[in-house]
């Protein structure tokens, strides 16, 4: 079966410095590839989402995702951390023919002044 | 329009109550989904609805029936709860294309559901 493994659970950086998180999916057939974003007692906000034709996708908020096929990786990047990224952060996958999405256990990303 | 509503923003209830809780787009969505998050976790899928039918039930208890009378709406009502189904519950929606296209998901913000 599918499945989505965020490393690091908690993630802390600086004001002004790169951030980035983990995914790796686990299926030799790349699935839809999503990042999505939830601030306290919110719903979740879609970040960025990968669609063929470009390992590197741009999403919202200076967000970036680079799908590397061989690595199994869509791992998030944002080159200068804010305040305001604070935030859990899902990456998530739908299997081929499936209207079911698999979250990863997230990342919590903290920013300090 | 892209917003999912979901009402009430809020609900407390007891054991033996019934409520309901209730979601709705109009942004032509035909698959829409509830969600269980609690705290510090994923959302976990429940139901699926894709045209207005309920093609995936992820073996929720029968206390959870979920309802989706038209295409913009989708009602999840509840009987006997236990407090352990205390939670987040989140609606979202999705373009219909279970076969091959990239749709993301629109959530709405969710329902704070305590049960007591």
């Known amino acids: 079966a599918q499945s989505v493994t965020q490393l690091g659970s908690h993630v802390s950086v600086s004001e002004g410095a790169l951030v980035l998180l983990r995914c790796n999916y686990s299926?030799?057939?790349?699935?839809?590839l999503f990042w999505y974003v939830q601030y306290p007692n919110q719903g979740l906000q879609l970040l960025l989402k990968?669609?063929?034709?470009?390992?590197l996708v741009k999403g919202i908020n200076g967000f970036e995702a680079e799908f590397k096929k061989s690595e199994t990786s869509f791992h998030l990047t944002k080159p200068s951390a804010h305040m305001s990224d604070a935030a859990e952060y899902f990456c998530?996958?739908?299997?081929?023919?499936?209207?079911?999405?698999?979250f990863g256990t997230g990342t919590r990303l903290k920013v300090l002044a | 329009d892209t917003e999912v509503t979901q009402t009430p923003k809020h609900l407390v209830m007891g054991m033996t109550n019934k409520k309901s809780l209730k979601c709705e787009q109009h942004?032509?969505?035909?698959?829409m989904y509830w969600y269980k998050q609690k705290a510090k976790k994923p959302p976990e899928l429940m139901f699926v609805?894709?045209?207005?039918?309920?093609?995936i039930n992820e073996s929720v208890p029968s206390r959870f029936s979920p309802e989706c009378p038209n295409s913009s709406l989708l009602n999840l009502h509840l009987h006997a709860l236990q407090p352990e189904d205390s939670a987040l519950y989140l609606c979202?929606?999705?373009?219909?294309?279970?076969?091959?296209?990239?749709?993301?998901?629109?959530f709405g913000p969710g329902t704070r559901l305590t049960v007591l």
């Open positions: 979202a929606s999705s373009q219909a294309s279970a076969g091959g296209s990239y749709n993301e998901q629109f």
């Open positions: 299926s030799s057939v790349p699935p839809y």
């Open positions: 990968y669609t063929t034709g470009a390992t």
């Open positions: 998530a996958v739908r299997p081929t023919g499936t209207y079911k999405y698999i």
């Open positions: 942004m032509g969505h035909r698959a």
């Open positions: 609805y894709s045209y207005e039918k309920l093609s």
